[in-house]
T-cell receptor, first 112, second 114 residues
């Protein structure tokens, strides 16, 4: 079983829809959770960074962590075609950047 | 802030040659830099972790004599793919850790070995 599981998609939704992206994990020691956005042929860009359980909101993006279920989500409101990208979840046991485990990424396409 | 650059963005080389990729943190000092490899439609695979002034730590299965990493300063790390072969063709991405220990990624280097 992989440490981090993420549905590869592709996920296609119409513009304006709410998008829900999810990851599950098996290591209960993970404390730090991240979401990265990666456009084609580009490096990943950090979107959200959260510690432990709870919600964090930044503009149209909301990150949610449920440690009891070992489940994290990223919600995108009012989705735009420019949100079309691959979204990678990532997590680590401590604040050190050294051992971040990445999900395989979900390809998202927003239809105009 | 937190900008990481990589050079070159893409490179095509002949089999048997060596290729050097540079990773720079432009507006912060990175004590730790990371090198990843990414295959099409796959996630990032950590190759090695480098700390300024010390030898890199390689992940299991990564040949350290094949992928030479140098972290000479707090803003520069280099990855040299020695005697490159077609199976080394891939997308190589570096990242740098800041004081918050968050990783910021470079734009990646696409290597094609003919």
């Amino acid at each position: 079983q992989k440490e981090v599981e993420q549905d590869p998609g592709p996920l296609s939704v119409p513009e304006g829809a709410i998008v829900s992206l999810n990851c599950t994990y098996s290591n209960s020691a993970f404390q730090y959770f991240m979401w990265y956005r990666q456009y084609s042929r580009k490096g990943p860009e950090l979107l959200m960074y959260t510690y432990s359980s709870g919600n964090k909101e930044d503009g149209r993006f909301t990150a949610q962590v449920d440690k009891s279920s070992k489940y994290i989500s990223l919600f995108i409101r009012d989705s735009q075609p420019s949100d079309s990208a691959t979204y990678l979840c990532a997590m680590s046991e401590d604040s050190s950047a050294s051992k971040i485990i990445f999900g395989s990424g979900t390809r998202l396409s927003i239809r105009p | 802030g937190a900008v990481v650059s990589q050079h070159p963005s893409r490179v095509i080389c002949k089999s048997g040659t060596s290729v050097k990729i540079e990773c720079r943190s432009l507006d912060f000092q990175a004590t730790t830099m990371f090198w990843y490899r990414q295959f099409p439609k796959k996630s990032l695979m950590l190759m090695a972790t480098s700390n300024e002034g010390s030898k890199a730590t390689y992940e299991q299965g990564v040949e350290k004599d094949k992928f030479l990493i140098n972290h000479a300063s707090l803003t520069l790390s280099t990855l040299t793919v020695t005697s490159a072969h077609p199976e080394d063709s891939s997308f190589y991405i570096c990242s740098a850790g800041d004081y918050k220990e968050t990783q910021y990624f470079g734009p990646g280097t696409r290597l094609l070995v003919l």
